[in-house]
């Protein structure tokens, strides 16, 4: 699974980006996109996913301000409102296998959201 992501980039607060993430797949299926994010000396945490039935979950920090969206193999996170608590290194995660129960984490390389005035 190779994933490519764009977008993130500075911002002030109240501001907002957009993040974009493209899986390129070979046979089986996408059952997951989403979005985490981990900022300086903190763990990696949920920021929004999206199933393949539709069903999306958001972290409760985010609800309200980013909206998560999936076309097949892409999925895009807009972000508003913006907050410096939201500076992050953010992943692109795509939960990928043949089946539910076999289907890995696959993870982008990150990009950089920075929040300031």
């Known amino acids: 699974v190779q994933i490519e992501e764009s977008g993130g980039g500075l911002a002030q607060p109240g501001g907002s980006l957009n993040l974009s993430c493209s899986a390129s797949i070979r046979i089986f299926t996408i059952f997951v996109m989403g979005w985490y994010r981990q900022a300086p000396g903190k763990e990696r945490e949920l920021v929004a996913t999206i199933r393949n039935t539709g069903i999306i979950n958001y972290a409760d920090s985010v609800k309200g301000r980013f909206t998560i969206s999936r076309d097949k193999n892409t999925v895009n996170l807009q972000m508003s409102n913006l907050a410096p608590e939201d500076t992050a290194v953010y992943y692109c995660?795509?939960?990928?296998?043949?089946?539910?129960?076999?289907?890995?984490?696959?993870w982008g390389q990150g990009t950089q959201v920075t929040v300031s005035s």
């Open positions: 995660n795509v939960f990928y296998g043949s089946t539910y129960y076999n289907a890995d984490d696959y």
